[in-house]
């Protein structure tokens, strides 16, 4: 297998890992990544059956469990009680749970409620240069799984705060700092959830936090760290995603001069998640020996998984460095695959839809104001800002 060599802090690999992508893919559907020391799959094969290979999943080995640094203990628990980190059959019981909120169905309810907020978010645009990501990709996603979840919508610059303080440990850049700030959003952010949900507890309503209590008090569906660690994933998963790939999108439309009303919006979002998706990486372990691709896998063994590199695969997409909205749709890697295939995928989609029509047809003359950079969080590839004029 090849080893390649790529810090992830370096600024040309932040603003555009593609060219390394394309690098490593011709070496082989594995590398070795010296940085991270660990594999990683490029392909879009190795993607796909990395992830629907039930030898393979993202709950810690019990021999590689630790207790954790006792500075880390509140984001700790709240990963300890995440169905993201999960595998079957607490995974199955989680996740069927939160499924039932998330049907393509209960999603196309929200249409008119997305629809609304897309446009009086866009009534509110100032004529002067303004930052987009702030003034409307953030509100839409934010605001809508705050409604879905049934949390005040007040509550979103705290959500904000927390969430991305939490997600900041996944990034390569990590400081102790960052586990300092990270540990007290948990710790502030479970606070809440908590007294929330005592409030909520005699005020049952037709939204999702309501069904989670009713299944904690079941007793056996959901313990109370598991229905706080499941509104933290909600809230946090729900927005940090569409956010950026909403950002990625409106920047790539604008800088390629491309006028979207050409285009079937489905084709565009498809393209958008597919061209420059906002999460490049997740990893897997090995639960037993495994031959994959020429490589055995030993129990432990930790991959990479990485999907912006999948997206670009040319055997699966031709001139995959083309953005190009009106090419077939071929489900591309962006939400994932397998067990924990994105739940939000339905709800992440209608969103980008809906806004991105709305703000197309409103803003025809939308340009930007400064050169957008990506922020260096490298897994994830979302802007600091989208300066633009109206
Ligand atoms: C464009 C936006 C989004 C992208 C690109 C995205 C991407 C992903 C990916 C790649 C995974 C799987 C991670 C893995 O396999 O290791 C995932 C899981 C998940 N996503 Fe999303 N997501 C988006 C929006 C959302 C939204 C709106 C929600 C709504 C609540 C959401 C909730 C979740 C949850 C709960 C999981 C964990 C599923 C499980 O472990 O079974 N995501 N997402």
Known sequence: MKT???????????????????????????VYWEDYNKIAAVSH???????????FGREVPAELQGPGPAH?????????????????PRHTRLRALVMR?????????????????????????????????DAFCTQVPVITICRLLGV??????DLLRWSHAMVAMYQASRTRETEDTAATAAREFSAFLSNYIEQRRTDPQDDLITRLITAEEDGKKLSHDELVATCILLLN??????????????????????DPRDHAIDGLVEEILRYDPPLHMFTRYAYEEVDLFGHTFKRGDEVALLLGAA??????????????PSRPIVTNTSFGGGLHF??????????????????????PNLRLSADPEYSNSYHFHGLTRLMVHV
């Open 4 to 30: 390649v060599f790529q810090s992830p802090v370096e600024p040309g690999f932040v603003q555009d890992p593609y060219p390394f992508y394309d690098k490593a893919r011709a070496y082989g559907d594995l």
């Open 45 to 55: 094969r190795a993607v796909q059956v990395l992830l629907k290979d039930r030898r």
């Open 72 to 88: 880390l203990a509140p984001w700790l628990n709240v990963e300890a009680h995440s169905l993201l980190e999960a595998e079957p």
């Open 101 to 133: 909120a998330f049907t393509s169905r209960a999603i196309a309810t929200l249409e008119p409620s997305i629809r609304d907020l897309s446009h009086s978010l866009i009534d509110r645009f100032p004529d002067t240069p303004f930052d987009l990501l």
């Open 152 to 157: 005040p919508e007040e509550m979103s610059p």
């Open 237 to 258: 998963a729900g927005h940090e995603a569409t956010v950026h790939s909403l950002g990625n999108g409106v920047k790539t439309v604008l800088q390629l001069g491309i």
């Open 311 to 324: 997206n670009r695969d040319p055997s699966v997409w031709a001139e995959p460095n083309r953005f190009d």
């Open 342 to 363: 994105c739940v939000g995928a339905p709800l992440a989609r209608l969103e980008m839809r809906i806004a991105l029509t709305a703000l197309f047809e409103r803003c």
